[in-house]
Nanobody, 117 residues
Framework: QVQLVESGGDLVQPGGSLRLSCIAS????????MAWYRQAPGKRREVVAR???????EYADSVQGRFTISRDNTKNTLSLQMNSLKSEDTAVYYC???????????WGQGTQVTVSS
């Protein structure tokens, strides 16, 4: 069992920056694929960025070049550095861990990011 807790969400102005963090506890998540998802009101939950156990990353086209996902397997943490924020980035952001061996998904409680003037 893995527990995920996100933090760092806030109200920021367009063009600003924000860093989200996720702390994993319980079973080791070092071998899991981890990701950040987001969901805006009235929209489907979408993957923002993904990182595997080796550090390989991939990003949604909408955030490519602006967001950076990273992980620290020693500290069992996942981060998302968000730069040049736009109003379209407004959403609840969720930390996700996927246990491929057992085909299980773990989710954090979400943290609100609001980009507005």
């Amino acid at each position: 069992q893995v527990q995920l807790v996100e933090s760092g969400g806030d109200l920021v102005q367009p063009g600003g920056s924000l860093r989200l963090s996720c702390i994993a506890s319980g079973s080791s998540s070092s071998g899991y694929v981890m990701a950040w998802y987001r969901q805006a009101p009235g929209k489907r939950r979408e993957v923002v960025a993904r990182i595997d156990s080796k550090g390989n990353t991939e990003y949604a086209d909408s955030v490519q070049g602006r967001f950076t996902i990273s992980r620290d397997n020693t500290k069992n943490t996942l981060s998302l550095q968000m730069n040049s924020l736009k109003s379209e980035d407004t959403a609840v952001y969720y930390c996700n861990a996927f246990d491929m061996d057992n085909y299980l998904n773990y989710w954090g409680q979400g943290t609100q990011v609001t980009v507005s003037s």
